[in-house]
């Protein structure tokens, strides 16, 4: 298999999106505004700071291959489709929990190859911690100056050992509610941004079904640490693995992050599903 990101490219990537951290761990410390996009999300001078330095990183590493993120402005699809491969970042993924000041907020940069995210960094700024994982290349966390690799855990008998599931911090559903509902015996975890994906993959939670809304931006880097360590982001129709850069729209479809596939979820999920029939 190609390596797509080399060793030296890949150290640093990784320094590069800690140093931008710095930058927006000075903003989250201080006072600072927060305005209202036109969708009604919230945006920061973090967001942007984080946009400039991350872009900047990836045009000065390779120029050669595109760039998308949530603070670039509209790509129309005509011209994105013609992408064999291109950066997808959302500079600050979690903008209300760093408005919260709860620490739950990451830095996401994914390298995606004809839909498939194929490299990815997931870094928390307050919680000192990166993942990243790559095609064929395996998946690590770094706390601090160490780094090991992770992987999803198997799926355990829940009258052993209740599943544990992943929910949002601050966007519930009704149909997340139904799914957990027609489950075995279970306990939740409730957090934010891309950290939710990140605890499938280094097996500290077994699913994350994600039955509202999100966008591109906010799953590629995670999914990319996800499938190296093991674990599957499913379209939470038809279960086949999440693409990229498919259609205009860049709003990705409900989805569900497992550590392996089992038909008790998989009929929760049908259930939940059913609820917006």
Not at 174 to 188: I, K, S, V, W
Not at 260 to 273: C, H, M, N, T, V
Request: charged share 25%; proline share 5%.
């Amino acid at each position: 298999m190609k390596v797509l990101v080399s060793d030296e490219m890949r150290a640093r990537l990784i320094q590069g999106v800690q140093t931008t951290a710095f930058k927006v761990l000075d903003i989250y410390r201080r006072d600072f505004e927060v305005e209202t996009k036109a969708d009604e999300s919230p945006l920061t001078e973090a967001d942007m700071a984080s946009h400039r330095a991350l872009v900047a990183l990836l045009e000065a590493l390779t120029p050669e291959v595109p760039i998308l993120s949530e603070e670039s402005g509209e790509i129309p699809f005509e011209t994105r489709q013609a992408w064999h491969r291109y950066w997808l970042i959302d500079p600050l993924d979690g903008t209300k929990e760093f408005i919260k000041k709860n620490g739950e907020f990451t830095l996401n940069v994914a390298l995606v190859e004809d839909g498939v995210p194929v490299f990815g960094i997931v870094h928390a700024p307050v919680l000192e911690t990166t993942w990243w994982g790559q095609s064929g290349q395996g998946a690590w966390k770094q706390v601090g100056g160490e780094a090991s690799a992770i992987r999803v855990r198997q799926l355990p008998d829940p009258e052993v050992s209740p599943w544990k599931i992943v929910g949002s911090r601050s966007h519930g559903s009704a149909e997340f509610e139904a799914f957990c509902a027609q489950l075995p015996a279970h306990e939740r975890v409730f957090m934010g941004s891309s950290l939710k994906l990140c605890l499938v993959a280094e097996g500290a939670a077994d699913l994350y079904p994600r039955l509202a809304p999100t966008s591109e931006w906010d799953t590629a880097a995670a999914q990319a640490v996800v499938t190296a360590a093991g674990g599957e982001v499913l379209n939470a129709h038809s279960l086949e693995p999440l693409r990229y850069n498919q259609q205009d729209s860049l709003l990705n479809p409900f989805f569900i992050v497992c550590c392996q596939r089992d038909e008790r979820w998989e009929k929760a999920l049908r259930y939940g599903l059913n609820l917006r029939l």
